[in-house]
């Protein structure tokens, strides 16, 4: 029978369409129906002889006698009418584009393998003979291997009436361009390229009018298109290969001629029976016969163009858009950025209610999360949030957020950004950042490595004022500026966390970062040449007043003072040599300027609740910068880049040094971070042993156990936050910086290897592994992978514990007299005496109690070893083949010095 088609849309191309079908047996294809507007559609049908005219695309969908739809709507409709249908269980060829962007693309493919339906994109030029030709040559490698293809198709197109507007998606890429692009991606087999790098114009109507594209790929090979809705091209084509080249006559996107190694052939299309609107469209009967061949044999999708070709091309095209700067309103997903909140306090509060001053179709909190859960309900009920977590965790895993906002205090940032970045989510981080230079860094490589977008929330910068200032400053308004001043000065010691070191307490990062911002947002992120800060601190070690002075190149300086023990008049200014700039108070959130004597306002919208803070609904700012830049593919804001958030962090740094402020964070000999293997006796005890050491110096942060529940029952037990049911998932934590061997030795060999070949360091329970050979394999792939292992030791004599030295990194007489600064203890029963004299006596003390309740307190004296080790900035260890004298010594404790190496 008749393959039935329905045709969606009475336009242009539509009726090309129709032209090209009459071209073929009316015993294999019958237009039986067409839907647009009834009028269009009885006019469409009198022309083309169809018997049914839909007023309506729905009524065509219900139409029980149409097997297959053409959807030749534009562009910007492909969506919705691709679904209608489909979900109405028609099959469908679609036009070019199938859809605006990768997002639509997927969410048709989903609704076509949902609905197990035929669907295929109407890239017609792959129907054509003579690209069949082409790909058979290919096949044959007729031209050798193709090292370039070229591609050209330019119309001046900008006098039809939707060709320049954006809300109907015109434009050269997908108009014009995408036929080039289907091209290349024909020649190189649907590889995708290795690097996109694409250049372009576009119109103020924001619609691309040329663009140039440079694709690379795969050994060395290369494409480059160029495409023009505004000027001719010659719309040629070449396939440049190591025997030959293909050359494709104009028009390339519906090819008829082709010149192989200078032989010329041509592949005529047939005669229309009416007149067309476009060049060869009768050439749409190749692709047409392909959906008929398709659907006798049952196939959901071509072979020649698989769904797989057609979500590449979208990737493909939203790249390129990206670059050059084409964002269509689909972009947009006409959906709100989707933000989750981490932390419950007043800043998360505030935020909140900015950014309900933001039209909900832009912004939508979706969820939220307190480390209480019923902190995080509360806080839900009042902002009326549908979800509220009692972990960070479970917000990290929300598939329905698109970026986090965290508003937590300060020292914990560090963690709470890797934990959403490293589950891909775009994250706008409350300021400071984190803590030091050491700890942005770790951030900021976190979110360049996962290739999400990633701000810190200097929200000053985002307010109008602050671009009026930018704005003023780049035109010269004021001069030269010669001088900056900030200060911002409030009582914040009734706060109880503003005197705390541990809560990261202080003048500086609570208030200073305001005015340090300030001053570099108006010498352009520029690196000052010198910095001298004096301060007041208190007894906690925290700064209360800091006063800074910074001098800049060009004889240029800034001045700042903050402090959390007194009010100061908050404002600041710009000194040029044309003028003043002044930021009226608060001028950390600046809502008047006086610009040579002339006052302008700049409000902020009024809260629908109470704020905890001053003008904080203009935290709407920054998030609206945060959507813009998501829309814009951008990982981070130009207005606030993170080479910017690095230098804020080395000056704070700096200051701090200077006025004598230390936090924990500040400490190279950041706590070693163990990851346990197995869940078992000795694991417990060796756990036990590492909570009797301080908490700033070993950390456990994972287990893996064979089976979940008992790493889970592990993980509860010792309060750890992660719990793997694989020793692999432990080997690919990014966070562990040792790990624990402690399953039983037959199966030391595969857990050492696993975990060294992940570039961990190891600590293994004796014995190392079950024999030399083992041993050795053991050692090498330690040396190969420059990690540390060590194999522990643990002998009890006369019910008391100790620490023997079997590792490889064995001590020389040097070494072993360094043990007295790491204050390791010792039974005086169970210690050769030569050893315990190197020790030195008077550090040998009886470390006492029974076996079974003191397990863990020897693992305490092992556990300092790695750490040692691997935290040390001195010489790496020596084997004892150096040391000849302690070779008695070592040997009663059972080491075989010849086994001994040396990394």
């Known amino acids: 029978m008749a393959t039935r088609w329905g045709i969606c849309g009475a336009g242009k191309i539509s009726d090309d369409f129709t032209v090209a079908l009459k071209t073929r047996p009316t015993e294999d294809h019958q237009v039986v129906a067409v839907a647009c507007k009834l009028e269009d559609a009885q006019e469409f049908s009198r022309k083309h002889n169809i018997s049914q005219a839909y007023g309506s695309y729905e009524e065509l969908a219900r139409d029980p006698d149409v097997d297959v739809v053409y959807v030749g709507v534009i562009h910007p409709y492909h969506l919705k009418a691709c679904k209608l249908f489909i979900n109405a269980k028609k099959?469908?060829?679609?036009?070019?584009?199938?859809?605006?962007?990768?997002?639509?693309?997927?969410?048709?493919?989903?609704?076509?393998?949902?609905?197990?339906?035929?669907?295929?994109?109407?890239?017609?030029?792959?129907?054509?003979?003579?690209?069949?030709?082409?790909?058979?040559?290919?096949?044959?490698?007729?031209?050798?291997?193709?090292?370039?293809?070229?591609?050209?198709?330019?119309?001046?197109?900008?006098?039809?009436?939707?060709?320049?507007?954006?809300?109907?998606?015109?434009?050269?890429?997908?108009?014009?361009?995408?036929?080039?692009?289907?091209?290349?991606?024909?020649?190189?087999?649907?590889?995708?390229?290795?690097?996109?790098?694409?250049?372009?114009?576009?119109?103020?109507?924001?619609?691309?009018?040329?663009?140039?594209?440079?694709?690379?790929?795969?050994?060395?090979?290369?494409?480059?298109?160029?495409?023009?809705?505004?000027?001719?091209?010659?719309?040629?084509?070449?396939?440049?290969?190591?025997?030959?080249?293909?050359?494709?006559?104009?028009?390339?996107?519906?090819?008829?001629?082709?010149?192989?190694n200078r032989k010329e052939t041509q592949q005529l299309v047939p005669e229309p029976s009416l007149s067309l609107n476009f060049t060869y469209s009768t050439g749409k009967r190749c692709e047409i016969e392909e959906v008929r061949q398709c659907l006798l044999k049952g196939r959901k999708e071509s072979p020649d163009t698989p769904q797989a070709y057609t979500l590449l091309l979208a990737e493909m095209g939203d790249e390129i858009c990206q670059q050059v700067g084409g964002v269509y309103s689909q972009d947009c997903q006409n959906m709100a950025t989707?933000?989750?909140?981490?932390?419950?306090?007043?800043?998360?509060?505030?935020?909140?209610?900015?950014?309900?001053?933001?039209?909900?179709?832009?912004?939508?909190?979706?969820?939220?999360?307190?480390?209480?859960?019923?902190?995080?309900?509360?806080?839900?009920?009042k902002h009326n949030i549908s979800k509220a977590y009692g972990s960070y965790e479970e917000l990290a895993r929300d598939p329905d957020i698109d970026v986090v906002y965290v508003g937590v205090i300060h020292p914990y940032h560090l963690k709470a950004c890797k934990l959403f970045i490293n589950a891909k989510k775009n994250v706008l981080c409350e300021k400071p950042l984190a803590m030091n230079t050491k700890e942005v860094k770790e951030i900021l490589d976190s979110a360049k490595k996962n290739d999400v977008f990633l701000m810190e929330a200097v929200w000053t910068r985002f307010f109008p004022a602050s671009v009026e200032i930018r704005k003023l400053l780049a035109e010269g308004e004021i001069g030269e500026v010669k001088m900056a001043r900030a200060?911002?000065?409030?009582?914040?010691?009734?706060?109880?966390?503003?005197?705390?070191?541990?809560?990261g307490g202080g003048a500086l990062l609570g208030l200073g970062i305001s005015c340090l911002q300030f001053i570099s947002m108006v010498y352009n992120g520029e690196k000052p040449e010198s910095i001298q800060a004096s301060g007041i601190c208190l007894e906690a070690g925290v700064d209360e007043s800091v006063a800074v002075i910074l001098q800049y190149s060009k004889n240029r300086m800034a001045m700042f003072t903050c402090s959390a023990g007194v009010h100061l008049h908050g404002e600041a200014?710009?000194?040029?040599?044309?003028?003043?700039?002044?930021?009226?108070?608060?001028?950390?959130?600046?809502?008047?300027?006086?610009?040579?004597?002339?006052?302008?306002?700049?409000?902020?919208?009024?809260?629908?609740?109470?704020?905890?803070?001053?003008?904080?609904?203009?935290?709407?700012?920054?998030?609206?910068?945060?959507?813009?830049?998501?829309?814009?593919?951008?990982?981070?804001?130009?207005?606030?880049?993170?080479?910017?958030?690095?230098?804020?962090?080395?000056?704070?740094?700096?200051?701090?040094?200077?006025?004598?402020?230390?936090?924990?964070?500040?400490?190279?000999?950041?706590?070693?971070?163990?990851?346990?293997?197995?869940?078992?006796?000795?694991?417990?005890?060796?756990?036990?042993?590492?909570?009797?050491?301080?908490?700033?110096?070993?950390?456990?942060?994972?287990?893996a156990a064979r089976k979940l529940e008992d790493a889970q029952e592990f993980s509860r037990k010792h309060n750890i936050s992660q719990a793997y049911g694989s020793y692999e998932e432990l080997?690919?934590?990014?966070?562990?910086?040792?790990?624990?061997?402690?399953?039983?030795?037959?199966?030391?060999?595969?857990?050492?290897?696993?975990?060294?070949?992940?570039?961990?360091?190891?600590?293994c329970e004796k014995p190392l592994a079950m024999n030399t050979k083992e041993v050795k394999e053991i050692l090498d792939s330690a040396k190969k992978n420059d990690v540390f292992l060590m194999e522990v030791s643990m002998k009890q004599t006369r019910k008391e514990n100790i620490i023997s030295l079997y590792t490889v990194y064995y001590y020389t007489l040097e070494d072993l007299q360094k043990l007295n600064s790491l204050k390791h203890v010792f039974s005086p029963g169970c210690v050769d005496p030569f050893f315990a004299s190197l020790c030195g006596d008077?550090?040998?003390?009886?470390?006492?109690g029974d076996r079974r309740g003191e397990d863990g307190r020897c693992g305490v004296w092992c556990a300092t070893i790695p750490r040692a080790k691997i935290r040390s900035e001195g010489p790496r260890w020596r084997s004892i083949t150096r040391s000849w004298h302690l070779l008695p010594s070592i040997h009663k404790y059972g080491v075989q010095w010849r086994e001994a190496r040396e990394y």
């Open 91 to 260: 099959n469908v060829l679609c036009e070019k584009s199938l859809a605006m962007n990768t997002k639509e693309v997927k969410e048709i493919l989903d609704s076509a393998k949902k609905n197990n339906v035929f669907l295929m994109e109407a890239a017609w030029t792959r129907f054509f003979q003579a690209s069949v030709q082409i790909r058979n040559l290919l096949s044959w490698e007729y031209i050798g291997e193709v090292k370039m293809v070229r591609a050209d198709y330019g119309v001046p197109l900008l006098h039809m009436s939707r060709s320049d507007q954006k809300d109907r998606c015109e434009g050269a890429l997908l108009g014009l361009g995408i036929c080039c692009l289907q091209f290349i991606s024909m020649v190189y087999n649907g590889e995708k390229p290795e690097s996109i790098q694409a250049s372009g114009t576009c119109l103020e109507t924001g619609v691309d009018e040329t663009l140039a594209v440079i694709l690379g790929y795969s050994k060395n090979r290369m494409a480059m298109f160029t495409c023009s809705a505004g000027v001719e091209l010659h719309s040629d084509a070449l396939i440049v290969g190591t025997k030959g080249t293909i050359q494709v006559l104009s028009p390339m996107w519906c090819p008829t001629s082709l010149v192989v």
């Open 731 to 763: 080997a690919r934590d990014p966070d562990v910086d040792v790990v624990y061997v402690g399953v039983i030795h037959p199966c030391h060999l595969k857990a050492c290897k696993l975990f060294i070949n992940a570039k961990k360091n190891v600590l």
């Open 842 to 848: 008077q550090k040998v003390v009886d470390s006492g």
């Open 338 to 381: 989707r933000w989750g909140i981490c932390g419950a306090g007043k800043i998360s509060h505030d935020f909140t209610v900015a950014l309900k001053t933001l039209p909900a179709e832009d912004h939508q909190v979706v969820a939220v999360a307190a480390r209480k859960l019923e902190d995080a309900h509360e806080f839900s009920r």
């Open 487 to 503: 200060d911002f000065g409030a009582p914040l010691f009734h706060v109880p966390r503003s005197d705390q070191k541990d809560l």
């Open 573 to 703: 200014f710009i000194a040029g040599t044309k003028g003043i700039i002044e930021v009226l108070s608060p001028m950390w959130c600046p809502i008047a300027l006086v610009v040579n004597e002339k006052v302008t306002q700049y409000p902020v919208p009024e809260p629908h609740l109470p704020l905890n803070f001053t003008y904080s609904t203009g935290m709407r700012y920054e998030a609206e910068e945060v959507r813009q830049c998501l829309l814009k593919g951008l990982k981070e804001s130009p207005v606030t880049p993170h080479a910017y958030t690095l230098l804020l962090a080395e000056m704070e740094d700096e200051i701090r040094q200077q006025v004598e402020v230390g936090y924990s964070q500040d400490c190279q000999n950041m706590a070693t971070r163990w990851g346990i293997c197995s869940a078992g006796k000795i694991s417990h005890d060796f756990t036990v042993a590492l909570k009797t050491l301080p908490a700033e110096d070993h950390q456990v942060v994972a287990v």
